[in-house]
């Protein structure tokens, strides 16, 4: 392994990282640089859950989804459980798939027979929140070392920040989009009402909680329509 010019393409992905405009493309090039930047990687993915309900994002191949919905299924397997870990274990591995596993005896198999000779699972965390796992595989047995595993550990790090932060600015954003939305059917509502500002916002309050329909959906309709009606 070159770390002299690993280190260099971490760095680049770093920069290219921040420069992406949403969440989605931010993610995309996390598990694109995967199949890069470690040896024996042939595809990526990222598994979040919600609960017991997984959700996979930016697979690369359609194998990385049968993997995740195998894991969700059976409620086992190394990307499951790296998506809900403590963070004392930074990674899981199956080093070959051909072997007995007995830490993912129901998994192991299935997943086998999917087409995964190994695979590697990595927690994605920053110091305030965890984000999910981001899962490394191969169709071949045995193709991850030790090099493979540090070089992962190392994206998956850069990742998580690169993540947290491009969820961040997505919320912000939409939390600015809204409030716009929100005064918008203010204004709209306090021109042919006659109402304070405390009084058409009230109505939009009301309306939402009345019909259990979100304020910024409510407020979306009024600017749409003019009206609540």
Request: with cysteine; net charge negative.
């Amino acid at each position: 392994m070159d770390w002299g010019r690993f280190a260099q393409q971490l760095a680049s992905l770093a920069r290219d990282l921040l420069a992406q405009d949403s969440v989605n493309a931010t993610l995309d090039r996390i598990t694109a640089s995967a199949i890069d930047l470690v040896g024996g990687c042939d595809a990526a993915g990222i598994l979040v859950l919600h609960g017991t309900k997984v959700e996979t994002l930016s697979p690369t191949d359609q194998l990385v989804v049968d993997s995740d919905r195998l894991q969700a299924r059976l409620e086992e397997g190394p990307c499951f459980d790296a998506a809900r870990t403590s963070r004392g274990e930074r990674v899981f591995r199956i080093a070959d798939f051909t072997d007995a596993q007995q830490r993912w005896p129901a998994y192991a198999p299935q997943a086998r027979e999917l087409g995964v000779g190994s695979m590697m699972g990595f927690l994605l965390y920053t110091e305030d929140e965890d984000l999910g796992a981001l899962n490394l595989y191969s169709r071949k047995p045995g193709a991850f070392t030790a090099d493979s595993e540090l070089a992962g550990w190392l994206l998956a790090s850069h990742a998580a920040v690169a993540f947290s932060s491009a969820r961040s600015h997505a919320q912000m954003e939409q939390a600015v989009a809204t409030r716009h939305l929100i005064g918008e059917a203010m204004g709209i509502l306090m021109g042919s009402h006659r109402l304070t500002e405390e009084q058409a916002f009230d109505v939009l309050r009301r309306y939402s909680q009345e019909n259990n329909v979100k304020l910024r959906e409510v407020a979306r309709q009024v600017c749409e329509r003019g009206s609540l009606n």
